[in-house]
């Protein structure tokens, strides 16, 4: 058990779909609670009306790449001030499944109408994370992770490598950690953990 006071701290983890990015968010939850904090987690898109709708057009190609970004924002926005922001205020870590950079990455690689600055104005009004972590897989593994039913429109191995790379580059641009999760689960997931440990530890020494 770790000897520390709680204190709120907001965690993302994203990259590629079929990264592994809601299976080590709820193992991430159940490995802190163990150790006594509380924990709330949560997913883009989130459960509002908003969120329900993306849901529904992430099986559509015909929205337009725009009208996918707007939504995404709004739907955002509300998560966060909403949601993610009261439950920091109550002293929880919030561990968000997919945040802004999914935006940033699929939106702006989606039309050349869409620039990355585009993305980051209208997502503007919303707080950052104090960490974000990258979960990076080759996009042949993580689409062999899928069935064809449950695949969205943006689910192609071609524009998957783009994601990815784009991935890779943001988050050494944005100093994130970039966890490979082509590894076996347990492997993957106690990098995580040990990631978070010494994020909360370092927190606690400046706070």
Same mark, same amino acid.
């Given at each position: 058990m770790l000897?520390?006071?709680?204190?709120?701290?907001?965690?993302v983890l994203d990259g590629i779909d079929g990264s592994g990015t809601t299976t080590h968010s709820k193992l991430l939850k159940g490995f802190l609670e163990a150790k006594g904090f509380k924990v709330y987690l949560t997913h883009e898109p989130s459960n509002s009306e908003i969120g329900l709708l993306i849901r529904k057009y992430l099986k559509n190609k015909n929205i337009?790449?725009?009208?996918?970004?707007?939504?995404?924002?709004?739907?955002?926005?509300l998560h966060y001030h909403n949601e993610i922001e009261e439950k920091l205020k109550q002293g929880y870590i919030v561990i968000?499944?997919?945040? @802004?950079?999914? =935006?940033?990455?699929? #939106?702006?690689?989606?039309?050349d109408l869409i620039t990355i600055e585009w993305v980051k104005n209208i997502n503007k009004f919303v707080g950052l994370p104090d960490l974000t972590i990258i979960l990076d897989i080759d996009p042949k @593994?993580?689409? =062999?992770?899928?069935? #064809?039913q449950s695949l969205e429109k943006f689910e192609d191995t071609t524009f998957l490598d783009k994601v990815r790379a784009l991935y890779l580059n943001r988050a050494k641009q944005e100093n994130y950690f970039i966890i490979d999760s082509?590894?076996?689960?347990?492997?993957v997931q106690e990098k995580i953990q040990n990631l978070v440990i010494q994020k909360i530890k370092n927190l606690k020494i400046s706070g």
């Open positions: 000897n520390l006071t709680q204190k709120s701290i907001f965690i337009p790449p725009i009208t996918d970004a707007l939504l995404f924002a709004a739907d955002r926005n968000s499944d997919r945040y @802004i950079e999914s =935006s940033i990455i699929y #939106q702006s690689l989606q039309s @593994i993580s689409l =062999s992770r899928k069935t #064809q082509n590894d076996i689960i347990e492997m």
